[in-house]
């Protein structure tokens, strides 16, 4: 499997034969194409028409970031594994009222079993966790009963609402004060923290989805309409606190990110270069991180496990066989 190259710095991207070249104004930096599987952009950089030829030819994905860490886009190449059975059954699917409503819950459920995995992980290793434990439970309990796609997302909320709540009880560290969620602009380093994560996260999702059958626009819990991407939204739910957020207790519990990681701008506080550094370096090593699959009965990354859920999903879709979205199992 290629490697994710990550550029920060500015300068331009280029072509020189089979070899993509970064050119700053310091050095010049090569790249086997045959390494590379996907790039993501955080720097000033320059391309062009040639270079998007070369990356659409190797299938490579393209993702672009603001200043701040937020994703602007994908340059998405021309789809090579599409398969129009599958995207019209996906179609289907999410046309169906039952049947959206069957996936977006299995979703939901893959998520809130995750959340509660990490919070009992905590709360074995002494974090006075039992009450947001139950409250968890209670909102699991509610999955059944409901009937439509937006009362889901509210039973969603609430439970990330009390998750949420834990963080302080886990972190203890008035340095990374929690206490709500808050996105543009995030208002604390955890909220920073969180939504970088989780905007790598989509990326690394949609990266996988492009080397399935599967159409990235059209999601089932999150609603498919003008926005460019929505299944990958889908399925990072279930990843969020495996991949995210146990990152985050580990690098702030460690030491690792401290408050000079971050500087204040436009009344919010983001991550640096230092730190986004740190945390990237940290995010590459979770995702090749593997442990054992109890199904393959193997070791696994985290990052084929992503792919491994893509593909029950277009099992399900093909009536193959039932979605059972991922679980940690520590």
Do not use: C
């Not at 090569?30 to 590379?36: A, R």
């Amino acid at each position: 499997m290629g490697k994710r190259l990550y550029i920060l710095s500015s300068g331009t991207l280029r072509r020189e034969q089979n070899t993509l070249v970064l050119e700053t104004e310091e050095r010049k930096r090569f790249f086997p194409v045959e390494q590379v599987e996907e790039i993501h952009v955080f720097g000033e950089v320059d391309v062009n028409k040639r270079i998007l030829e070369f990356l659409t030819r190797q299938h490579i994905l393209l993702h672009f970031y603001n200043h701040y860490g937020y994703y602007v886009g994908t340059y998405y190449p021309r789809e090579y594994y599409n398969s129009g059975y599958v995207i019209l059954r996906q179609a289907e699917h999410y046309l169906d009222k039952s049947r959206r409503l069957d996936l977006a819950r299995r979703f939901v459920e893959g998520a809130l079993f995750n959340i509660r995995r990490v919070v009992r992980y905590y709360r074995n290793r002494g974090k006075a966790l039992e009450v947001v434990e139950a409250a968890i439970d209670a909102h699991r309990d509610r999955l059944d009963g409901v009937k439509d796609v937006a009362a889901l997302m509210q039973v969603e909320g609430k439970a990330w609402e009390v998750y949420y709540s834990a963080f302080d009880i886990i972190l203890e560290n008035p340095a990374f004060a929690f206490e709500s969620r808050t996105r543009r602009p995030p208002l604390n380093r955890v909220n920073a923290l969180i939504s970088f994560g989780n905007t790598l996260l989509y990326t690394a999702v949609l990266s996988e989805i492009y080397r399935t059958h599967l159409d990235p626009r059209i999601g089932f819990l999150h609603a498919t309409n003008f926005r460019r991407f929505t299944l990958n939204l889908d399925v990072a739910e279930i990843f969020k606190p495996i991949l995210v957020d146990r990152m985050i207790f580990s690098l702030v519990g460690k030491g690792q990110l401290q408050t000079r990681h971050f500087d204040e701008e436009m009344q919010g506080l983001y991550l640096n270069d230092r730190g986004r550094r740190i945390f990237l370096e940290a995010w590459e090593k979770r995702l090749s991180a593997t442990f054992r699959h109890r199904g393959l009965k193997r070791n696994v990354s985290y990052r084929r496990a992503i792919r491994l859920d893509l593909y029950k999903l277009e099992k399900h879709l093909m009536g193959e066989k039932v979605y059972t979205p991922f679980r940690a199992r520590w």
